[in-house]
């Protein structure tokens, strides 16, 4: 079992900044691939990006590209999502997953593992 908490969410004006991370226990996650999803109200879930257990080749949704980066430290057992240039439309929870040993995964189903998820809001 792994348990994952986010942290870092909150209100910041359009044009902002904010750092998640997510703390994971129960396991080391140097063997999970780690995701960022966020839901907005009325909405499904939604694929953010994701980063395998080396850290190589994170990829991303187009609507983030170029704006986002994820990042992991497996030393600390924890997943960063840096995101830049915030847009009101970015506003969500942001949640946190892990799969066993997947190169790739952009499907809330092909994870095993959630946390509990941190709002972000933007304004405008």
């Known amino acids: 079992q792994v348990q994952l908490v986010e942290s870092g969410g909150g209100l910041v004006q359009a044009g902002g900044s904010l750092r998640l991370s997510c703390a994971a226990s129960?396991?080391?996650?140097?063997?999970?691939?780690m995701g960022w999803f966020r839901q907005a109200p009325g909405k499904e879930r939604e694929f953010v990006a994701a980063?395998?257990?080396?850290?190589?080749?994170?990829y991303y949704a187009d609507s983030v590209l170029g704006r986002f980066t994820i990042s992991r430290d497996n030393a600390k057992n924890t997943v960063y999502l840096q995101m830049n240039r915030l847009k009101p439309e970015d506003t969500a929870v942001y949640y946190c997953?892990?799969?066993?040993?997947?190169?790739?995964?952009?499907?809330?189903?092909?994870?095993?593992?959630w946390g509990q998820g941190t709002q972000v809001t933007v304004s405008s």
């Open positions: 129960g396991q080391t996650i140097s063997n999970y691939l």
């Open positions: 980063i395998n257990w080396s850290g190589e080749r994170p």
């Open positions: 997953a892990a799969v066993y040993r997947r190169w790739h995964a952009s499907r809330t189903y092909e994870y095993n593992y």
